[in-house]
């Protein structure tokens, strides 16, 4: 998948829990785990307005697009240099 979503590591930053997040969003825990674990084939601007919102950034702090073929590519590489 392309787009790489990283709510896991704003939470870090902020030292905020996803129940809290969660609830301060206005989301289930369970929808902020399909978010956090890159099985969202959407997301609603304004979820996402309230994300940045309450982690105080921007969107492209939370979601990351990666070319399909680099992916590939340092997976392929990583798994090459462990032989």
């Not at 825990?29 to 309230?50: H, I, M, Q, Y």
């Amino acid at each position: 998948m392309p787009i790489i979503v990283r709510i896991d590591v704003e939470l870090a930053k902020r030292k905020m829990s996803v129940g809290e997040f969660a609830e301060r969003v206005g989301l289930t825990p369970s929808n902020v785990a399909v978010l956090k674990n890159g099985r969202a084939k959407a997301v609603r601007f304004s979820t996402l307005e309230a994300m940045c919102r309450v982690l105080e950034c921007q969107p492209g702090d939370l979601l990351e697009w990666v070319d399909d073929d680099e992916a590939v590519t340092s997976t392929a590489s990583a798994g090459e240099e462990g032989r």
